[in-house]
């Protein structure tokens, strides 16, 4: 089988790095890539939003099947593309349609999913351009701090918590009125704040059967203790330690098998990843918001932890027979430290030389933000640079021979949240 995973990040990183060890993949190709991707597979210098050269790339490789790892591609239509073009229409893309990638592309669409299905989620309501006055007064009946969300797609940048109502009106209008983020904010979603601890839950359909896969936690803020600015992720730990068994029964009873139940009822088609991020809520499992693709960085510790073959899965999902497959999940916790350019989330520099990865020793590294330079040496290329993954027996051990590992990896202004885990 050929493959062709679509994205550049350290999830692609992870997929490709599982997908390269199946006896099922003949050749392996990644788009755009990074220099990590490059060490087994061949990198296409295409954009993952570019479908027409995606197209061609795709039959002048005999590509049998497209992984797409973004959500924009996704939101954008690229399994509509697929399907509407004869020549592409029989290639299975893991990932799903335009209509369905809506869970993602907008936060409205998901919390009336949520409404329709009885899946527990935030109380909320959603607001226009034109409606900035009854949108202030829907913030007045909610207790701080108070949760605003871009509608469309904002980079993971369209989410504010505010303890303040006059801090919220005014973020209001900057969505609303001003554009803060663009057309992603031309409505907002505001919610009530639900208190508890977060983690995120990875399924697989095909849009019949799923197969839950491990849990993670991740840690979104650039400061120790959670604080300061958000981030793609700087961290991230599978399993969860207090996602017990009696908890993830209520997840999928109240949370997995209504989601794919309710796409099934309403007539929309599913293959590939739902990631569904959670809130603990006393004992309680809440949805803060659903993804249509893998998290980055939890794919970094959930794809490693998985033992069956990857291609076998994809496989299964691409002919409607995920139930016959068998997924197999080691026991042993893996953890992953984020190595970020300094200056990350703001401003930061790229074309930094990366040292020291032929010393990591019982971790594997995946690269994000990298890129080879014209001597074919790894430089960093991104906010985030390398996610650095290891094992053990329970997340302090797996977080100790992470770090051990980081510590050997240098590059100009490297930074690192020294506390992953913190809070376990």
Not at 98 to 109: I, M, V
Not at 166 to 181: D, Y
Not at 311 to 329: H, M, N, S, T
């Amino acid at each position: 089988m050929n493959i062709l995973v679509l994205g550049s990040g350290g999830r692609e990183h992870a997929l490709a790095w599982k997908l390269h060890q199946s006896e099922k993949v003949k050749n392996l190709y990644v788009a755009p890539g990074n220099a990590g991707t490059a060490a087994f597979a061949t990198n296409l210098p295409l954009s993952a939003e570019d479908f027409p050269a995606i197209r061609e790339q795709v039959l002048a490789h005999g590509i049998d099947l497209l992984l797409v790892g973004p959500e924009v591609p996704l939101v954008m239509g690229i399994h509509d593309y697929f399907l509407a073009d004869p020549a592409l229409a029989s290639i299975p893309v893991i990932g799903p349609a335009k209509e369905a990638a809506r869970l993602e592309g907008s936060k409205d669409f998901a919390k009336q999913f949520m409404q329709r299905h009885q899946i527990p989620t935030a109380a909320y309501q959603s607001f226009g351009a034109g409606q900035l006055e009854a949108a202030c007064g829907f913030l007045e009946t909610l207790e701080p701090p108070y949760v605003l969300k871009a509608d469309g797609l904002a980079a993971g940048k369209g989410v504010l918590i505010l303890d303040s109502l006059e801090e919220a009106k005014l973020a209001l209008k900057e969505m609303l009125v001003e554009a803060k983020f663009g057309e992603a904010s031309s409505r907002v979603v505001i919610e009530e704040f639900l208190s508890g601890i977060e983690l995120s839950c990875f399924v697989l359909t095909d849009g019949k059967d799923y197969k839950i896969l491990p849990t993670a936690k991740d840690y979104k803020r650039i400061g120790e203790g959670d604080t300061g600015l958000n981030t793609g992720g700087m961290g991230a730990v599978s399993p969860v330690p207090f996602a017990d068994g009696a908890f993830m029964e209520k997840v999928e009873q109240r949370i997995v098998l209504p989601t794919i139940s309710g796409l099934q009822k309403e007539g929309i088609p599913y293959t590939g990843f739902v990631f569904i991020g959670l809130i603990k809520v006393g004992e309680d499992p809440f949805v803060i918001e659903y993804n249509v693709r893998m998290g980055d960085p939890e794919t970094e510790v959930v794809i490693p932890r998985i033992e069956s073959d990857l291609a076998d899965l994809l496989q299964a999902v691409a002919i409607g027979k995920l139930r016959e497959a068998e997924l197999r999940v080691s026991t042993e916790t893996a953890a992953t430290v984020m190595m970020v350019s300094g200056g990350y989330p703001e401003k930061y520099e790229k074309g930094h030389a990366i040292s020291g990865l032929e010393q990591v020793e019982g971790a594997t590294v995946y690269h994000a933000g990298t890129a080879l330079n014209a001597a074919g040496e790894a430089v960093t290329s991104g906010g985030r640079v390398l996610a650095v993954t290891a094992f053990g027996a329970d997340h302090g051990k797996a977080l100790q021979k992470a770090y051990e590992n980081v510590r050997r990896v240098k590059f100009k202004g490297a930074y690192y949240r020294k506390d992953i885990g913190f809070d376990l």
